[in-house]
T-cell receptor, first 111, second 114 residues
Framework: DAKTTQPNSMESNEEEPVHLPCNHSTISGTDYIHWYRQLPSQGPEYVIH???SNVNNRMASLAIAEDRKSSTLILHRATLRDAAVYYCIPSSGGSNYKLTFGKGTLLTVNP | DTAVSQTPKYLVTQMGNDKSIKCEQNLGHDTMYWYKQDSKKFLKIMFS???????INETVPNRFSPKSPDKAHLNLHINSLELGDSAVYFC?????????????FGPGTRLTVL
C-alpha cells in the first residue's frame, strides 16, 4: 500500500475555498487516488477519485500532480457541513481491493 | 432508501459475552467489508467477502467470525468479548469500476464492552 502524508488539521471559513493536500510519493502506476471523508459520528463517504487528470464532481475537485506523487482536494465553497476528517487513499482494484486509511486531515469550518 | 444498513447502532455488553452485528446492503454489490475504528479513530479493515467467499482476513483474533448468508448480508459474530473490542464497527460494500472501485459505508455500530 502506498504511504500517504496529510496535514493533521486545517481550518477554513465558511464560503471560502479549501485546498487539502496529500503526498503519496510511493503510489504505483495502477493506483487511483481516492478521497473519502468522515463526518462526525458517521461512516466514511466517498468524495472523489482520479488517476492522472484533474477531476470535478458535485462535491469537490481533485487536482493531481503531473508525477502523481501528490494531489489536492479542493472544496470550492466550504460549508459547515464539510467539517470532517478527509482521507486520501491510493488504491487499485482487484480481488484483494481494500481501503487503507491513514490519519487523514481534520477540517474545521468556521462560521 | 438506506444503501448499507447496520444493526444495532449501539451495543453495550459485558466481558465474556457473545454478540453479533448485522449488515445489509441493497446496492447489488458482490463484495462486502468489515472495518474497525478504535478510540484513536484509526480505521482498519478486518474482513472482506466476495459473493459469500472470504477474500481478505486481516490479523483479527479467532473470536471474530464473519458470516455471509448471501451476497447482500455480512454479519460479524464476536465470541468472548474483551474490553479491547470496544470500538465502532463499520460495514461497507464495494462498487466495481475497473480499478476505480468505490466503497459505500454503513452508519456504524458502537460496541462498548464493560
Amino acid at each position: 500500500d502506498a504511504k500517504t502524508t496529510q496535514p493533521n488539521s486545517m481550518e477554513s471559513n465558511e464560503e471560502e475555498p479549501v485546498h487539502l493536500p496529500c503526498n503519496h510519493s510511493t503510489i504505483s502506476g495502477t493506483d487511483y487516488i481516492h478521497w473519502y471523508r468522515q463526518l462526525p459520528s458517521q461512516g466514511p463517504e466517498y468524495v472523489i477519485h482520479g488517476l492522472t487528470s484533474n477531476v470535478n464532481n458535485r462535491m469537490a475537485s481533485l487536482a493531481i500532480a503531473e508525477d502523481r506523487k501528490s494531489s489536492t482536494l479542493i472544496l470550492h465553497r466550504a460549508t459547515l457541513r464539510d467539517a470532517a476528517v478527509y482521507y486520501c487513499i491510493p488504491s487499485s482494484g482487484g480481488s484483494n481491493y481494500k481501503l487503507t486509511f491513514g490519519k487523514g486531515t481534520l477540517l474545521t469550518v468556521n462560521p | 432508501d438506506t444503501a448499507v444498513s447496520q444493526t444495532p447502532k449501539y451495543l453495550v455488553t459485558q466481558m465474556g459475552n457473545d454478540k453479533s452485528i448485522k449488515c445489509e446492503q441493497n446496492l447489488g454489490h458482490d463484495t462486502m467489508y468489515w472495518y474497525k475504528q478504535d478510540s484513536k479513530k484509526f480505521l482498519k479493515i478486518m474482513f472482506s467477502y466476495n459473493n459469500k467467499e472470504l477474500i481478505i482476513n486481516e490479523t483479527v483474533p479467532n473470536r471474530f467470525s464473519p458470516k455471509s448468508p448471501d451476497k447482500a448480508h455480512l454479519n460479524l459474530h464476536i465470541n468472548s468479548l474483551e474490553l479491547g473490542d470496544s470500538a465502532v464497527y463499520f460495514c461497507a460494500s464495494r462498487k466495481l469500476a475497473g480499478g476505480a472501485d468505490t466503497q459505500y459505508f454503513g452508519p456504524g455500530t458502537r460496541l462498548t464492552v464493560l
